[in-house]
């Protein structure tokens, strides 16, 4: 019997599987039966990979009750199988044809297993991921006010501001608590920021949104966190690199915390400092430093071993 790779595209109501290279396609449910019945099915098959494509957040039940179920689950960047897709000229967009595509995908790629995270973890990423849409928020009420003139909508938008940083206060509370209710958390966020340029929130979004760190290599950890950069190019001709894909929210804090660490971490200054001098640009630069940041925090928490300039 050939080993199967399953490919499932989740959409709100249903579950549209596609069983390769058998062929097999059907429908479930996104309920606790549908959940139930996909498991009974997938467990009699002799399974490489149960590939599930991230669909704003749906995926997340499946992919719990999948993993807990002992199958071998993994998660797919769409991205990455929107461009398979294209590869192998498949530009109809329906879910069937969607579900074969990621099949075919984890068979190509065989992407790594990754132990999903905990109730504990998951907790703590829907407080940061929360803390993240209220700034969001604030940011554009914020906006909103310095072009409103009348006296009433700046009212208006000046109360709902004052309840988002109420609610901002009480995230943050929810956040402080669930890193110091557990030792193992406790021990990373002093890991995390004993390096110059890493602060509370670099820290618990980096523990809450990257847990593999510490188990990955260095080029592992760049490309889950979308800072590897990849480079068009075609026969002799060489185009610009670029960065993308990965954890956006994780790249974007490592982004900042790059811009402090410019300034206050003599290593990494020093590495700024040098490219902007050869004529590199300031974003280059900054995104060199974030990701020379997260290989030193990636290598600080797999070491246990705190910051020391050597």
């Known amino acids: ?17 596609h069983v390769h290279p058998d062929g097999e396609v059907f429908v479930c449910a996104r309920n606790a039966d549908g959940l139930d019945d996909l498991i009974t099915r997938l467990k009699s098959l002799d399974l490489a990979i149960v590939a599930i494509e991230a669909t704003g957040g749906y ?3 499946a992919a719990a009750a999948l993993g807990a179920a002992g199958l071998p689950v993994v998660v797919v960047n769409p991205a990455q199988v929107r461009a398979f897709a294209r590869a192998l000229g498949a530009r109809a967009k329906t879910d069937p044809i969607d579900a074969g595509v990621i099949a075919r995908f984890a068979e190509a790629i065989k992407p790594k297993l990754r132990t999903l995270p905990d109730a504990q973890s998951q907790l703590l990423a829907g407080f940061v991921a929360r803390r993240r849409q209220i700034i969001q928020m604030m940011t554009a009420e914020k906006q909103r006010l310095q072009r409103v003139t009348v006296s009433r909508l700046k009212r208006s938008l000046t109360r709902l501001i004052k309840a988002l940083e109420k609610e901002l206060a009480i995230v943050d509370q929810d956040i402080d608590d669930a890193v110091r209710s557990s030792p ?12 110059p340029g890493v602060g509370d929130v670099t820290a618990r979004t980096i523990i809450a949104e990257l847990p593999e760190i510490g188990r990955l290599n260095r080029r592992e950890i760049a490309s889950l966190a979308g800072l590897a950069p990849y480079t068009q190019q075609s026969g002799k001709w060489r185009g610009k690199s670029f960065i993308g894909g990965g954890r956006s929210s994780v790249r974007a804090c490592l982004f900042m915390a790059a811009m402090v660490a410019c300034r206050h971490n003599p290593v990494l200054r020093l590495i700024y400092q040098r490219m902007t001098a ?8 900054i995104i060199a430093v974030a990701r020379k940041l997260l290989v030193i925090l990636n290598s600080i928490i797999r070491t246990k071993t705190p910051w020391k300039i050597a």
């Open 1 to 17: 019997m050939d080993t199967l790779y399953v490919g499932i595209d989740v959409s709100k109501d249903r579950l549209d599987v």
């Open 59 to 61: 995926e997340t039940v």
């Open 184 to 195: 193992v958390w406790r021990e990373r966020e002093d890991l995390l920021k004993s390096v």
């Open 278 to 285: 050869e004529g590199k640009p300031k974003k280059v630069a």
